[in-house]
């Protein structure tokens, strides 16, 4: 006699299958229970002679139960496998393995809605995976689109072909904070495209979670970085465009302009130098659209060091800078002309300087203020001479 219909087996290991039999074999709808909680609901395929010639695979929550040795018992059919922590694959199988559709979720709320081949994910197919914090992503495991709650939306390269678990948390450099994969677990990685909830746009290259490459950034306020990344700050040569018009084209460092760059101004205005750490620092030529130009040492974003001034007018100064003011000695020249050699500060001259005018008289002496002030001596073409004390510009 074999068992035939409908029936109920205790095994001695403790294990337990509820369900229909076939000719002595389990098959058709059952239930199977083991010891540790584990559970399958669904369709049973028992086959003596066919499980004698399977070997016991790698995946351990069927080793020994799912397949291989006589007796044992083949997931077949559409079913759903319970584990006693949670977790539950219903999946359609085939001889033990899961192969087809198959919906997964774990007790933490994740989910995941997609294919396997031989108890493997496949790659190809599209696959959808939910987490609890409400992030979906849906995609291959390679290249797919990963959105998050407040809206900001990733679609691109991803790094590992494995369904992520909840991971580290990492922040983004508008403050939106997602959860990152790495060592092994989803990470933006190659070319791809970011969509913040506040307007802004990334679309280039990632390395683990950074922008690293070549990328265009837009943000919410019209502003656009088109250039280089390395490890998420804007590294490298790169065109940056402000929302008033203004125009950066050069390097930067650690996100902030440095190196050789040229900053155009809406007004048009232009500088063309050097910039240390988002200023403009070190030789540089900055030019106004009115026609004047200086050509020297900048500190700081001003004019500082040595540098000439050549104004619209044709006048021209060529000397020491301070803080973007005149300041040490400098030679200042008129285009009729006139002529001053000698020191300045804070932009006038002052201390000790020699003014000589176009019609040949000479001041040679003090100054304070802009004024001829202080001991100084004054000659005049036809030979006279005054020498002692001057008070704003008079004898």
């Not at 369900?19 to 909680?37: A, C, E, S």
């Amino acid at each position: 006699d074999k068992a035939h219909g409908q029936g109920k087996y205790i095994s001695a290991a403790g294990w337990i299958y509820d369900g229909q039999w076939q000719d002595g074999n389990k098959r058709g709808q059952g239930v199977l229970t083991w010891p540790n909680g584990d559970r399958y609901e669904g369709d049973i395929r028992e086959d003596k002679e066919r499980t004698q010639h399977l070997t016991p695979y790698w995946w351990k929550p069927y080793e020994g139960y799912g397949k291989g040795g006589e007796g044992k018992y083949i997931l077949h059919g559409q079913g759903k496998y319970i584990y006693a922590d949670g977790r539950v694959y219903d999946c359609l199988w085939r001889y033990g393995d899961k192969n087809g559709r198959c919906v997964l979720t774990w007790p933490s709320g994740d989910r995941y809605e997609g294919y396997f081949r031989n108890d493997r994910f496949l790659y190809s197919p599209q696959g959808k995976y939910t987490f609890a914090d409400g992030r979906v992503y849906n995609g291959q495991y390679s290249r797919g689109e990963l959105r998050w709650p407040n809206g900001d939306r990733y679609k691109g390269d991803f790094r590992e072909d494995k369904i992520p678990p909840p991971g580290s948390y990492m922040t983004l450099l508008n403050g939106d904070r997602y959860e990152s994969y790495v060592q092994g677990k989803h990470i933006l990685h190659g070319q791809g495209k970011l969509v913040y909830a506040n307007g802004g746009v990334y679309d280039g290259l990632w390395q683990n979670d950074n922008k690293h490459g070549r990328g265009v950034f837009t943000l919410p306020n019209g502003a656009r970085y088109e250039g280089d990344y390395h490890e998420g700050k804007m590294h490298g040569q790169a065109v940056f465009t402000m929302p008033n018009g203004d125009r950066y084209e050069g390097d930067f460092r650690d996100s902030k302009m440095h190196g050789q760059g040229k900053f155009i101004y809406a007004d048009g205005r232009v500088y063309d130098g050097q910039w240390q750490n988002g200023k403009q620092h070190g030789r540089g030529v900055f030019t106004l659209p009115e026609g004047e130009r200086y050509e020297g040492d900048f500190r700081d974003g001003n004019m500082h060091g040595q540098g000439k001034y050549i104004y619209a007018n044709g006048q021209v100064y060529d000397g020491q800078w301070q803080n973007g003011n005149k300041h040490g000695r400098g030679v200042f020249t008129w285009p009729e002309g006139d002529r001053y050699e000698g020191d300045y500060r804070e932009d006038k001259k002052h201390g000790q300087g020699k003014f000589i005018t176009a019609d040949g008289r000479v001041y040679d002496g003090q100054w304070q203020n802009g004024n001829q002030h202080g001991r100084g001596v004054m000659t005049w073409p036809n030979g006279d001479r005054y020498e002692g004390d001057f008070r704003e510009d008079k004898p």
